[in-house]
């Protein structure tokens, strides 16, 4: 019932912004994104899959004035061609999308996988961190790791800590961690369950196969915070393949002590 009050509403707007050869006459007017061409069910909206309409009456509401806005969006129904898009056509957190209606599959361009990672308060900006936003990682690592066996020290261990990705797209979030719980230690008390509350215990992020085998290797050997960027620094949606994993999954061929030291330099600092 939701897609067809939905297909219906879309239908509307688009006869009323076309309305007298596409504008309303005598009346206030504006202008909205429309799809340049069909759009498929689970797409994720580029810049190229939209235009735009002028003389649409401003009487018209939930719609979109500019395309930048719907860029990244999920199109939770088909739209045809030319169809105003508004804004109960797309999703931006997969999970308030009703049941049976979600994608299939996350929205993930050519070339690029999604892994899981563990956050927290204090690892993951104390729950700042939402659908959507960009992080940075950093790494704490001591360097008695990347020692070779002739290697000799004295003093304390020497800990570097080093940016060691940015711009890392967070695409889903893992379940937020009861934070209320019945004195007795059961999981209900008159068979209510306890309130679910707190910061998420996962983030979901999209990169490359090879950056994936770094980030798995840094969660096994180091210590891993992360920081979230400014909405002003958010990167360009990649797509299509990354230019330091061209190949994808042929690309990645592994991480040790070695790959890491010659791509972060932790000893030489």
């Known amino acids: 019932m939701g897609l067809i009050l939905a297909l219906l509403a879309a239908g509307g ?23 340049k061409g069909p759009i498929p069910l689970r797409h994720q909206i580029t810049a190229a899959d939209l235009d735009t309409l002028k003389g649409v009456s401003t009487n018209v ?26 804004k109960d056509m797309l999703a931006k957190d997969i999970n308030l999308v009703p ?28 729950g700042h961190i939402t ?12 360097l008695t790791i990347f ?9 304390p261990p020497k800990v570097v800590s080093k940016t060691v990705f940015s711009n890392v797209r967070v695409i889903g979030l893992g379940p937020a961690t009861p934070n209320i719980q019945p004195a007795s230690g059961a999981t209900t008390v008159g068979g209510a369950q ?15 196969q090879c950056d994936a085998e770094f980030f798995v290797w840094f969660l096994n050997n180091t210590q891993i915070r992360y920081t979230l960027e400014s909405v002003n620094d958010y990167g360009v949606l990649p797509t299509g393949p990354s230019s330091a994993c061209p ?23």
């Open 13 to 35: 707007v688009f006869l009323l912004g076309n309305l007298g050869g596409g504008g309303v006459i005598g009346g206030s007017t504006q202008t909205v994104v429309i799809a």
């Open 61 to 86: 509401t939930n719609v979109y004035s500019n395309p930048g806005d719907l860029v990244g969006l999920i199109a939770e129904i088909q739209i045809s061609k030319g169809v105003v898009i508004t």
């Open 99 to 126: 049941v049976g209606a979600g994608p299939a599959f996350l929205p993930l361009p050519k070339g690029y996988v999604a892994m899981t990672i563990p956050t927290g308060e204090q690892q993951g900006v104390a």
């Open 131 to 142: 659908l959507g936003d960009y992080i940075t990682v950093i790494a704490s690592a001591s």
């Open 147 to 155: 020692a070779t066996g002739s290697s000799t020290s004295s003093g």
């Open 194 to 208: 306890p309130v679910s509350g707190g910061v998420t215990s996962s983030l979901t992020v999209e990169l490359t």
């Open 247 to 269: 190949n994808g999954f042929d690309s990645a061929t592994g991480v040790s002590q070695k790959e890491v030291e010659a791509r972060y330099h932790f000893t030489a600092l």
